[in-house]
């Protein structure tokens, strides 16, 4: 028996049904993907008549709007792991997307001081464009009011409805933490969210890379003492100075590194050069080699020690013709 409202033979997702998807699961997929082209729509919007500028210049999408809103909720950084956690997302997904979010100057990526763990922190641009989304979008009500359209019920309907994906998604082992509040925004609420934004700015424009440079008290005659008290002062004092935390580490590591390259050069110059290995196979060498073992009055003490220092200096060459000859 075929089921109702299934079109045998279709395109597309017309006969998805037909291969034996669930309605619930065809009703989702369509919802989010209406939901998602939609969102996109009042982006290209918001961009081309309130800030007119093309929508490629600040490469914001519904995806990317929920990663920097956690990142903004949490003051601005916040691990990478965090955010595939909260949105249950796989941790390839989120890595692929913050790689775009980088090279778009939304969010800038840096190692915590265990190196698996990595810090996601907003731009100035990001923080820039979070907060006029949040502005355009959710505290304007925009969002809230056009949903509540949908239905004759209003923001009743809509809440049963976002009730009941809940319970689905979680039956559906949906591991997402995160959701967003349902009530409409009050004069109160945006007071205090514009409140928070001030002082996620003062952290990201503190944090943001332009440090000055950094002032070293090294030479690049020695490589730095990771013994001394003194160097690990220096060393927290001017990443302080320099604002970016990641950028002044990176700065101080350069340093540190040329500085030890470059004592490894010096004591490379300064090495003694190794005598040339002596050639066995010239009659003066053995002259003087029984020259040698007649003045050492031990005769057999005398080669021993001759013996030794030429094998100590013989190289694997000469070894190797040493003992293709003997054979």
Known sequence: MIAEGVVPGGHGTRDALWGGMHDVAFRFKRAHLTAVAWHKELIKKWCREDLRV???????????????????????????????QRLGLHASTICKMLKRMELAGLVVRSEGLDRR??????????????IGALKKFVRSNLMHDAYAAIHRRGAEFINEAIDTLKHLAWGLA?????????????????????????????????????????????????PPDYFSPAYWGAHWAQMAQGGDIAEAARKRLAHDTNAILAAAEKAEAQRPQSQPSPDIYDPEYWVRHHADIARGGDVARAAR???????????????????????
């Open 54 to 84: 093309c929508v490629e210049d600040i490469r914001l999408t519904p995806a990317r709007f929920d990663v920097m809103v956690i990142v903004r909720a949490a003051g601005g950084s916040c691990l990478q792991s965090e955010l595939w």
């Open 117 to 130: 763990e990595r810090y996601v922190d907003l731009t100035r641009k990001g923080l820039d464009v979070i």
């Open 174 to 222: 949906d591991s997402s933490t995160y959701g967003y509040p349902l009530a409409p925004w009050t004069a109160d609420d945006i007071e205090k969210s514009e409140a928070r934004d001030a002082v996620v700015r003062k952290d990201v424009e503190r944090c943001e890379p332009n440090p000055a440079p950094l002032a070293t008290t090294e030479t690049t005659d020695a």
């Open 305 to 327: 020690e001759r013996l030794a220092r030429d094998m100590a200096s013989s190289t694997p060459e000469q070894n190797d013709r040493d003992e293709a000859q003997s054979q």
